[in-house]
T-cell receptor, first 109, second 114 residues
Framework: GQNIDQPTEMTATEGAIVQINCTYQTSGFNGLFWYQQHAGEAPTFLSYNVLDGLEEKGRFSSFLSRSKGYSYLLLKELQMKDSASYLCAVRDGNYQLIWGAGTKLIIKP | EPEVTQTPSHQVTQMGQEVILRCVPISNHLYFYWYRQILGQKVEFLVSFYNNEISEKSEIFDDQFSVERPDGSNFTLKIRSTKLEDSAMYFC????????????FGNGTRLTVT
């Protein structure tokens, strides 16, 4: 079966750096997405990786290793507004988007 | 920036009733989706729609559900004979293509079945 694993919850301090990991086993691979979702709101797109390596976008970076079935989302200079769930989603060989359960990130002052 | 809009934001209905959830995708997008998220759980795929027909559907999307694009802008999800377990947030999403572009989500409709 297809599966995406992420930690359920993480806690970090305002101003610090946090890395949220995602591992996946899917039938084929056509890209990996990270979304941010605040409670009661829609997921919003953060980043997209299809080739190995690091994609940087401001305070957020995302890394992909296709051979390891592994990605991480790196958040720098954490702000209180970064408290949210972070969803990893993989497009499989049929271009279906497979979603992880999300990592709830709690930022403490 | 263009966005996906969904109406209503909240819908309360009695068990057994039919509901129609409405969505207006981004105008130049070609792929449309419905997802649901039960409170505290993961996002679940329901159905994708392209070129005026269903392209993929999940096991959740049984005969109780149907989708329609009645005109050039609206995309609807109909749930017949609602059950208590249909209570969830329903998200509409659209994308320009199915390969590299991300899905853009609407703000969702919170459906409560009593």
């Amino acid at each position: 079966g297809q599966n995406i694993d992420q930690p359920t919850e993480m806690t970090a301090t305002e101003g610090a750096i946090v890395q949220i990991n995602c591992t996946y086993q899917t039938s084929g691979f056509n890209g990996l997405f990270w979304y941010q979702q605040h409670a009661g709101e829609a997921p919003t797109f953060l980043s997209y990786n299809v080739l190995d390596g690091l994609e940087e976008k401001g305070r957020f970076s995302s890394f992909l290793s296709r051979s390891k079935g592994y990605s991480y989302l790196l958040l720098k200079e954490l702000q209180m507004k970064d408290s949210a769930s972070y969803l990893c989603a993989v497009r499989d060989g049929n271009y279906q988007l497979i979603w992880g359960a999300g990592t709830k990130l709690i930022i403490k002052p | 920036e263009p966005e996906v809009t969904q109406t209503p934001s909240h819908q309360v209905t009695q068990m057994g009733q039919e509901v129609i959830l409405r969505c207006v995708p981004i105008s130049n997008h070609l792929y449309f989706y419905w997802y649901r998220q039960i409170l505290g759980q993961k996002v679940e795929f329901l159905v994708s729609f392209y070129n005026n027909e269903i392209s993929e559907k999940s096991e959740i999307f049984d005969d109780q559900f149907s989708v329609e694009r009645p005109d050039g802008s609206n995309f609807t999800l109909k749930i017949r004979s609602t059950k208590l377990e249909d209570s969830a947030m329903y998200f509409c999403a659209s994308s320009r293509d199915r390969e590299s572009t991300p899905l853009h989500f609407g703000n969702g409709t919170r459906l409560t079945v009593t």
